[in-house]
């Protein structure tokens, strides 16, 4: 079986593969002052949870945009598993071509999207990833990375508001149904969801623009990804495997290379 992470600012999500089936998914906090043993152990007991031999994963790989993170995970898959993590960056074979000005860039999770994406439903396309930071990235028909938009993601332009306003309070991220509000909490959440579809929207719009194309499919995945695409229709699939399937894929594209290494 085929353990992946995909580590991100808030959140590590992680997940067994048997063959092409995710079997097990978790979602854990990104805590960069965990040391490799810590999270050895959090692993160990979700896997235990779970029912499942940790002697059954045969291989890891991972993919992170918390570069400060990277030392204890990798030494907790060495050490907890057994094996040398594949870890998505240069080098490893994505099948994409990137046209970026600097590939190098290009967070991991965006590739690893683009890459998922564009294997499920072809191209165009465009991918809004819902996570920390929100991303829109405009795939070609030929599968080339052409580039996107990075945003403040909705739970950031949210938690600014309490904090920089002092009469304004923490609100949970819900719809409230209409947009003439007659309370705070409510005005505040339609004000960050309805705000932000908007926002959505409006990028979306534009790079459709600049892609030119016909059929331009709108994927969105993240966690507030079904919570923005239910109130426009510029988004046409929610995927939330999106990340997992991508480093499955990227995986079995460098398995032959990595089982000659090994």
């Not at 918390?66 to 204890?72: E, G, K, R, T």
Request: aromatic residues 8%; contains cysteine; charged residues 25%.
């Amino acid at each position: 079986m085929l353990l992946v992470f995909d580590v991100g600012n808030t959140n590590i999500v992680l997940g067994i593969y048997a063959q092409d089936q995710l079997v097990d998914s978790w979602r854990i906090a990104t805590d960069k002052e965990k040391t490799s043993d810590e999270y050895g152990m959090l692993i160990n007991q979700l896997f235990q949870y779970a029912k499942r031999d940790i002697n059954e994963i045969k291989d890891v790989i991972i993919s992170s945009v918390v570069p400060n993170i990277m030392y204890s995970l990798e030494h907790t898959v060495r050490k907890f598993f057994n094996v040398e993590p594949l870890v998505v960056g240069p080098g490893i074979k994505t099948g994409m071509n990137i046209k970026y000005d600097n590939p190098k860039q290009v967070g991991a999770d965006r590739i690893v999207n683009a890459v998922a994406a564009y294997e499920k439903y072809g191209g165009p396309l465009i991918i809004v990833d819902f996570g920390t930071a929100t991303t829109f990235c405009a795939i070609s028909e030929k599968g080339d990375y052409l580039g996107g938009t990075i945003s403040p993601g909705i739970k950031i332009a949210s938690d600014a508001l309490f904090q920089r306003a002092a009469k304004l309070p923490r609100v949970e991220l819900i719809k409230p149904g209409k947009v003439i509000c007659k309370n705070t909490v409510n005005s505040i959440q339609s004000g960050v969801i309805y705000g932000y579809v908007g926002l959505v929207e409006y990028i979306i719009k534009k790079m459709m623009q600049e892609l030119k194309g016909d059929n331009i499919k709108v994927i969105a995945t993240g966690g507030l990804s079904s919570l923005i695409a239910s109130e426009t229709d510029y988004i046409h699939v929610v995927d939330k495997l999106l990340t997992l399937d991508g480093l499955r894929i990227i995986y079995n594209r460098n398995l032959e290379e990595r089982s000659y290494k090994k």
